[in-house]
């Protein structure tokens, strides 16, 4: 099973946005595990999941996260404004799942 994090300033606003992700994987018939992150938690997170995408409005860490992933040999993109705004979760679950082919 693919593991999925969404990170945000404290995990919050990402997890409306992931229980739209769940579904849309649901009704695929897909097996993800998708949860919402604080930054704070980064380190550890990166960790025991296979991908991160980080909210817009913590775009700003984007480098140092990448960085700090491409150690564990795993992928950190920020989510596309328009999708998170609008909470597309079949949108940003497709951007989480590009990543994982990239990585594989």
Known sequence: ??????CCSA???TS???KKMEQTAVD???E???DAVGMANF???IESYDVCLLGPQIKFKLADF???AAKLHKRVEA???MAYGMMKGEQVLDQALALLEETA
């Open 11 to 13: 995990g919050m606003s």
């Open 43 to 45: 380190e550890q997170a």
């Open 28 to 30: 695929r018939g897909l």
């Open 66 to 68: 990448q960085a700090h």
């Open 16 to 18: 409306m946005l992931v």
């Open 1 to 6: 099973m693919k593991k999925i994090f969404l």
């Open 79 to 81: 989510i596309d404004p």
């Open 32 to 34: 993800v595990k998708i």
